[in-house]
């Protein structure tokens, strides 16, 4: 029989395994992590194939912060072993329209799968997040094979977008004004469509770079958000909340813009700003349009096409 239940910290270990479960790397022919073969990977090795779920260590690190935090993660378990999990972000999220749970990630365990485990992890998932008042329950960028079990909750396409990969080297400053400012809170952001960087949901962008400023989190090398990496852009009446996070070696960043202007505005800005930070290149995802004529405009690398699915609640 199958129990789905709020995670609690303790649940740490059998949440790596489930996620661990898919490294051809590591495991056996049974589905389990053979610990000799993982033991000879470093921390940042385990980090690179998956992020904070590849090691228990972090995967702790990450349940902690969730917790804490007040987000809702989810188990499946079965005879007493984690063998599913759910991590949801319930917040406003403008883009969508109202209070919204965004499915960050729905895993189940390699040997547990065709059972109906995601099923009943995402109906459990949902008949919570309606308790607790949301309009719309969202996924962005599912798997192929997951995709027509979201679809079959009644969850269909709303948002298609792409990353362009813009080199920021050449920008120069114009007439907006920036001004370092802390991370709002997120109620202070209520309304504020998150027109750049709109991955998984507002709340959750939001989170991690919350979490990125607080250096040392991980006892990794990873490029912690620094202050000057936190502006508010003021233009022409026009204000936004610009925010970017490191990736890789530290030349490169993420960025996050929450505006109600178009972000075609503040595209120029945001380069060379990220020019002051030393940054060589940066990373926008923008809905495909957009993306589209930022391509055509400064050059730079355009992803694949990647889509959200909404479901509404009520």
Not at 37 to 57: H, I, L, Y
């Amino acid at each position: 029989m199958i129990r789905i239940r709020r995670a609690e910290l303790q649940d740490y270990y059998g949440i790596w395994q489930v996620h661990a479960s898919d490294i051809d790397d590591w495991v056996n022919a049974d589905g389990d992590v053979n610990m000799t073969v993982f033991r000879n990977t470093s921390m940042a090795e385990r980090w690179q194939k998956g992020g904070a779920w590849m090691s228990p260590e972090t995967c702790a690190i990450h349940l902690n912060a969730l917790l804490l935090g007040g987000h809702t993660p989810l188990v499946a378990v079965k005879t007493g072993r984690v063998v599913g999990e759910t991590e949801l972000f319930i917040g406003d999220d403008a883009r969508i329209g109202g209070k919204t749970a965004n499915i960050s990630v729905l895993y189940t365990h390699r040997q547990n799968r065709g059972q109906g485990l995601g099923s009943a992890l995402l109906k459990e998932a949902i008949r919570r997040v309606k308790a607790l008042g949301c309009q719309y329950v969202s996924v962005f960028n599912p798997s192929p094979d997951a995709e027509p079990l979201y679809r079959r909750f009644g969850m269909v396409e709303e948002l298609v977008q792409q990353q362009v990969l813009l080199h920021c080297q050449d920008a120069k400053l114009n007439d907006t004004s920036f001004t370092q400012t802390p991370l709002p809170n997120h109620d202070k952001l209520a309304g504020i469509p998150l027109q750049i960087g709109y991955f998984q949901s507002s709340l959750q962008c939001w989170q991690q770079l919350q979490w990125s400023l607080a250096p040392g989190t991980y006892a990794l090398p990873l490029i912690p958000v620094s202050g000057q990496m936190v502006v508010s852009l003021e233009r022409c009446s026009h204000s936004a909340l610009l925010c970017f996070r490191p990736l890789g070696a530290g030349d490169q960043a993420q960025v996050y813009l929450w505006s109600r202007e178009r972000p075609e505005i503040w595209v120029e800005p945001i380069m060379a700003w990220g020019k002051r930070l030393k940054f060589k290149q940066l990373v926008l995802l923008c809905d495909t349009d957009v993306a589209v004529k930022l391509h055509q405009r400064y050059g730079g690398e355009l992803s694949t096409r990647q889509k959200r699915l909404v479901g509404r609640l009520t």
